[in-house]
């Protein structure tokens, strides 16, 4: 059965740093690439960040561009998001995912939330 | 980077309708748009890929159509448990985008 489960939320002031993490199960984490995706309260999908299954390119969307970084080990069949200079529109439920016209996986996501 | 523009935001019909939803690319992204549906306090969930392939288990009463910069899911017969929010995305780029979502509910 595969499994995506993030962890390392909660509840940070603005300007704080996080890193989350997303470990994954049940299949083949080191050939594929990986996303994090995040929902505002009440709001819609938006993608953040890609990372190709060696690690050889980086995509981000230009909300967290120079302030997230996402990494993976793929020893430990695990995704990484580094959060720096936090802001409250930030605050978010995030979802890492393997995204794929056949194998299409979800964490069950992760709360974020941003506020003084 | 491509904006998606999706409409209806809002969509009320009748079990037993036809429904559509729609998806304008800023710019071509050929055939690279999916569909998801999430419901309340869940992970969305794939329905379409590429334009028009159903994934695996999705009912045949859902399709999807276009090419280009212009897209569209119809669900051909609609049924109670469709009650969701549809989000189309497009990943043709490596900056990639949803859709502002469409809720659907049953009139």
């Known amino acids: 059965e595969v499994q995506l489960v993030e962890s390392g939320g909660g509840l940070v002031k603005p300007g704080s740093s996080l890193k989350l993490s997303c470990v994954a199960s049940g299949f083949t984490f080191s050939s594929y690439g990986m996303h994090w995706i995040r929902q505002a309260p009440k709001k819609g999908l938006e993608w953040i960040a890609l990372?190709?299954?060696?690690?050889?390119?980086?995509y981000y969307a230009d909300s967290v561009k120079g302030r997230f970084t996402i990494s993976r080990d793929n020893s430990k069949n695990t995704l990484y998001l580094e959060m720096n200079s936090l802001r409250s529109e930030d605050t978010a439920m995030y979802y890492c995912?393997?995204?794929?016209?056949?194998?299409?996986?979800w964490g069950q996501g992760v709360m974020v939330t941003v506020s003084s | 980077d491509i904006q998606m523009t999706q409409s209806p935001s809002f969509l009320s019909a009748s079990v037993g309708d036809r429904v559509t939803i729609n998806c304008k690319a800023s710019q071509n992204i050929n055939k690279y748009l999916d569909w998801y549906q999430q419901k309340l306090g869940e992970a969305p969930k794939l329905l379409i890929y590429?334009?028009?392939s159903l994934h695996t288990a999705i009912p045949s009463r859902f399709s999807g159509s276009g090419s280009g910069t212009d897209f569209t899911l119809t669900i051909s017969s609609l049924q109670p448990e469709d009650v969701a929010t549809y989000f189309c995305f497009q990943h043709n780029s490596g900056s990639l985008t949803f859709g502002s979502g469409t809720k659907l509910e049953i009139k």
């Open positions: 995912a393997k995204l794929g016209t056949v194998a299409n996986y």
């Open positions: 590429n334009t028009n």
């Open positions: 990372i190709y299954y060696d690690s050889s390119n980086k």
